[in-house]
């Protein structure tokens, strides 16, 4: 069973995703409405991805991509961004950062079901 | 049904969002007014339109993504300072909230042409391509900043740190260690803090093991005026470090060790998301509810049969026991029932946002420059009745700016301010919730109301009414239309709707005013609808369920006090002479008050009184009105039915238009 976390301050963009990910069974996903929540429950759970929301009010996407990608714990969770069709510099700033991937919003279910499989590997 | 269950969603969602937003375009162009417009507000802004484009894109709902996708980019535009902030652009977002509404109206009646979005699109792409301000080159060769930090910048907050550059802000790198179990609600208590004295650029969660377990470490950049020295003393903590970005080196967390393994007990605690609520449709709660008022039934035939047990068999250990676990059954119900309204109870303060977007387009079609005024925003109310509520509360408001609020140059005249205010207020008293609507306008004009009444054959000509009656006069239908424009009746807004309304919803209104100094409306309505509080009162052998809430006291008297004064039953209770009701008249039944020594259920609705004759008082309980189905509906004083624990239903007595009945004999004419 893999375990996900999703950051996303739109309840219901996030319930949109986490039904996406829901069409794997062995998928289990935590979600998080904005950075303060992420930053809990990281410690608290072992990740084996987290798809984040860029623009986010406290923290950013952005930012908490990179506390992630220098933390010794967490540095190694495959980390996909989630940005808007708009906002080139926002995708390649965190792509440089370490995303190993990027959606754009609107997607479909189905785009975050191919990233998701080639990652996990499922 | 998927699809329409998301689509319900939506429109839950997205309602949420413009509420929100509505009152964000407010403070947007109050501050453009006051001069102080906060980026934060304009991001804020940019994020909740984004929101609605994103997920209503995800759900194919064409129209509304299309729309909300340009207001994005106009809003991103914004938010990059590559437009300026201006009035124009207040005036189209607020268009496009209006246009938002509809096209959710739209949505929620399974139609697609009745908006069309192109005029506001039209303007929405003026501003975007007319009025783009230079293009700002971004780099920071003064500024210490670390690649990863650099990097961490959404544009946004680049386009931020910019701006705090050639405003030349001092910018420092703010550091905090914070504890772990409370690092956001304190991280958010100093940002507030900080971006009252400038701002907040960037907050970045950074990783240090020097900072010892338990920590967290954040860096902020931020942009003020204040000297560091300062922003320490506003602070006021020991756990802050501040440097100046030109001299600070920041360490990067390459260079950090291992660090700490957390503890392991950590590991299995929770996987829930830590927003403690859910989002529940407000039917799943009006079936608990019934659920409830069922169990409230049941509760109250244990009773019945422990009563019975005991008065057949003397107290026998079983009768005893059976009621003990009655009245326990009771208690729990009770907290049962209480917390589930807790649940649908939500501030007013929702329905504020609506209305002060409504008075800001009437004052600008009237040309009268209006200010209203809030409070008791946070009043708890049921979500059902606040729906409810904003219609008439908006006729009122219409009318206050229409006829109420004078235009500068008689107010002016009269020595008062220019500007016109509107205030709102709520307040809980007792079991009620009151809102009011006060306006400083010219107030009703007593002699204009008796010609319009005149006019409309709603007084005869030889009678001159007093204040009172020229109020109530307000309220009577026909006094209103909308095929006439004139000074008081203004585009058809009848009082007569707004008091069918409250009183739809139990509750009644009442006026005061005074010549010259202003109108107050006042609007008192019961918290909830959901379960209410009954006297059961027998005549014969029927009985009725009167809702204490109407109920002012109740007397027992002696039949021989009775006096008819114009044909009508009468009783002087101490100083008043009450007009009495007899249920029986009121709804032709041959069931009649036998008793010597009836009782008297005073009833009371705004100013006026009435008496019901009953036989008895047989008890007080909780009960849940259950409509009568289309046929039944809309009878005159009844409002609805319920069960009481026994074998047949009993009405439910809507004592509102009883009274009328008694005090203007209006009800008997249908």
New interface residues.
Partial sequence: MK?ALVVE?????R??IISSLSTFSAI?S????N???A???L????FDIILTD???????G??????LK????YQAIPVVIIS?E??E??RK?GL??GAIDYLT????PKDLQLIISKILKL | MERESSKR??IS?AEEILEELTGDIQSLETSIQHNNVRPDLIN?I??QF??M???S???GFQKI?GFTHEL??ML?NLRLGKIAVSQKVVDVLFQSMDLMHGMIAELIDEQTDRIDPSPVLKKVNELIHEDQLPAQQVTFPELDLDE??L???????EHRLQENVNRRAQLYNVRLVLDDAT??HE??EI?DLLNQHGEVI??????ESAAGPGK?VFRLIYGTNLTAENILRKVERSDVTIGNIRKEISK???Q?T??EQ?PER??D???????RTV?VDIQKLDEVINVIGELVITRAMVANVSRELMAAEGHSRLGVTLSRVAVDLEKKLNELQRNVIETRLVPVGQIYHKLGRMIRKLSRETNKQVDLRFSGEDTELDKIMIEELSDPLMHIIRNAIDHGIENADERRKAGKPERGTIRLSAFQRGNNVVIQVHDDGRGIQIKKVQEQARKRGLLPPDRVPDEKECIEILFSPGFSSSDEVTELSGRGVGLDVVKKNISGLKGFISVQTQEGRGTMFEITLPITLAIIQALIVRVGQNKYAIPMSSISETVQIDRNDIRTVDRKEVYGLRDRTIPLIRISEAFHLPEKVRSETPYLVIVKVGEHSAGLVVDELTGQQEIVIKSMGEKLKNIPGIAGATEIGESKPVLVIDAESMVEEATHGRIRAG
């Avoid at chain 1, 220098?70 to 714990?73: L, S």
């Avoid at chain 2, 990097?151 to 907050?157: A, D, G, Q």
């Avoid at chain 2, 960037?202 to 990783?207: A, I, Q």
């Avoid at chain 2, 605690?269 to 927003?275: M, N, P, V």
């Fill in positions: 375990t301050d739109s309840a219901m963009m319930e949109f289990r935590v979600e998080a409405a950075g303060f929540e930053l809990r429950l410690p608290q759970k072992v860029i623009n986010m009010p406290d923290i950013n952005l930012e908490l991509l990179s506390y220098n933390h010794p714990n808007t708009k906002s510099q926002d700033r440089a950062l919003k609107p997607f479909q | 969603d939506f969602e804020k940019f994020r984004h929101s484009k994103g997920i894109g995800m759900l993504s994005e980019n991103d990863q930090t990097r961490s910048l959404t544009e946004y907050e690092f956001d991280l958010r940002s960037s907050t970045l969660p950074s990783f967290m990067t967390a390459s950090e291992e660090e957390e950590a590991l605690t929770s996987l829930k998301s830590l927003s989002r």
